[in-house]
């Protein structure tokens, strides 16, 4: 008679990331819609101007902006009067760099010297075959990890060599879940004072998890 074991294997490796992508907006807003508009024109085109020259050079591999949007409102004051118009206008940008040095100044510099610039975030990742290659190896190491849980749980009952009999993402097992089969984040930390800060990312947690089903023991293969 056969015993049926089933486990779950996980692993996760740990990578400096490779490309930081900045996501900032700026905007601008007041009486007139007219100068509203073109300061954050004006603005666009002086970030436009810092991004392309690092573009040639390498240090930028991609960057987008979104269309200048405009829009009015009347605000409230505490006292419940309806406040003059007021007019906004923003565009927000999207820069991907491989240098964070080089982030980090672009960053500082535009806070510091642009009155309506914001940083949103900053986004760390791999480039796409870096992460490929460590998710196929995670799903190795996941694989031989729940493996090595059947086994030794056999050794313990002294069933002694376990056979394969279904592998799985987390989940599809009918075992319950506590992750997903594969996945991948980032963190970031922001230090420093004053108008330049230091953006430093931690490394990249690639992970797997996997459910298997062994069985060891006599009786051959569970159908």
């Known amino acids: 008679m056969s015993t049926e074991i089933t486990v779950r294997g996980s692993f996760s490796a740990f990578h400096p990331p490779e490309r930081g992508t900045v996501n900032a907006s700026v905007a601008c807003e007041g009486p007139e819609m007219e100068p509203v508009y073109e300061s954050v024109a004006s603005d666009l085109e002086i970030l436009k101007s810092s991004i392309l020259p ?8 991609w960057w987008s902006a979104d269309q200048l949007r405009t829009w009015s409102n009347r605000p409230w004051n505490d006292k419940g009067k309806q406040l003059p118009l007021v007019h906004h206008a923003s565009v927000g940008v999207e820069v991907k760099f ?12 535009h806070i510091a010297e642009m009155e309506g610039f914001s940083l949103s975030e900053v986004k760390w990742g791999l480039t796409v075959k870096r992460r490929e290659k460590l998710l196929a190896d995670v ?44 996945s991948a984040y980032t963190r970031m930390g922001v230090t420093g ?21 062994f069985v060891a023991g006599h009786g051959g293969s569970a159908a």
């Open 98 to 109: 491989r240098d964070f040095n080089v982030l980090s100044r672009w960053v500082g510099q």
């Open 54 to 61: 690092l573009k040639d050079q390498g240090t930028v591999t």
């Open 193 to 213: 004072g004053g108008a330049v800060a230091e953006l430093v990312p931690e490394h990249i947690e690639v992970s797997a998890t996997v459910d298997a089903r």
């Open 139 to 182: 799903r190795n190491r996941a694989v031989r990890d729940a493996v090595t849980r059947a086994q030794q749980y056999a050794d313990a009952l002294g069933l002694g060599r376990v056979e394969p009999v279904a592998l799985a993402d987390a989940g599809m097992l009918n075992t319950r879940a506590e992750g997903g089969a594969a």
